[in-house]
């Protein structure tokens, strides 16, 4: 008996298990006055679809895995470091809401033989509502590689954050959300 516990045991331990997938993109805007005395409330939502951010494939095999973390919190705190930075004042408080939705957030991976592919999909909406209007608009990204071998999970991890955060910097650059919230 005890050795079918330990051959049980054994097998468990040997068993693919689901790894550690963490998104945590971080943005560093150089403090400036672009956002100077803007004043509105921020937040971050997922509207995603899907559940999960990492989807492995393979053969007929697929898994599918959410982060570690809680990508909408970190998103929310990086977004809000950075239009702080920028000289905006958040209050929750604010007629003018800005919101970020996470639309798409993803790596997919394509496990082979001898290979690996990996396609990320980010997509960002701003929502900007004010006593003016509503404005929106997406900002997007794809990226994709090829790597010898079984997928590295740290290597997935750095490029989705790495096209993150240049979504993430393309719409922190750009100027028509800021006279939007500006109103």
């Given at each position: 008996?005890?050795?079918?516990?330990?051959?049980t045991l054994?097998?468990?331990g040997?068993?693919?298990?689901?790894?550690?997938?963490?998104v945590?993109?971080q943005v560093?805007?150089?403090?400036?006055?672009q956002?100077?005395?803007a004043?509105?409330?921020?937040?971050?939502?997922?509207?995603r679809?899907i559940?999960y951010?990492?989807?492995l494939?393979?053969g007929?095999k697929?898994?599918?895995?959410?982060t570690s973390?809680?990508?909408?919190?970190q998103?929310?705190q990086t977004?809000?470091?950075a239009?702080?930075?920028?000289?905006a004042?958040l209050?929750?408080?604010?007629?003018?809401q800005?919101?970020?939705?996470?639309a798409q957030l993803?790596?997919?991976?394509d496990q082979?033989?001898?290979?690996h592919v990996v396609?990320?999909?980010?997509?960002f909406?701003?929502?900007?509502q004010n006593?003016q209007?509503t404005?929106?608009k997406?900002?997007s990204g794809?990226?994709s590689?090829t790597?010898?071998?079984?997928?590295?999970?740290?290597?997935?991890?750095?490029e989705?954050?790495?096209?993150?955060e240049?979504v993430?910097?393309?719409?922190?650059?750009d100027?028509?959300w800021?006279?939007?919230v500006r109103?």
């Amino acid at each position: 008996m005890r050795y079918v516990l330990f051959a049980t045991l054994l097998l468990t331990g040997c068993s693919s298990q689901v790894p550690n997938f963490i998104v945590a993109p971080q943005v560093y805007p150089a403090s400036s006055n672009q956002l100077s005395q803007a004043r509105f409330a921020f937040a971050v939502s997922d509207e995603r679809g899907i559940a999960y951010t990492l989807r492995l494939k393979d053969g007929d095999k697929v898994q599918q895995i959410m982060t570690s973390n809680d990508v909408r919190s970190q998103l929310e705190q990086t977004l809000s470091q950075a239009l702080t930075a920028q000289g905006a004042v958040l209050d929750i408080n604010s007629n003018t809401q800005m919101t970020v939705k996470i639309a798409q957030l993803q790596a997919l991976v394509d496990q082979r033989t001898l290979e690996h592919v990996v396609t990320n999909q980010v997509a960002f909406k701003v929502y900007v509502q004010n006593a003016q209007g509503t404005f929106s608009k997406t900002y997007s990204g794809d990226s994709s590689f090829t790597a010898p071998f079984k997928m590295d999970v740290a290597a997935v991890e750095r490029e989705l954050r790495l096209l993150t955060e240049q979504v993430l910097t393309q719409l922190l650059q750009d100027s028509s959300w800021q006279q939007a919230v500006r109103g």
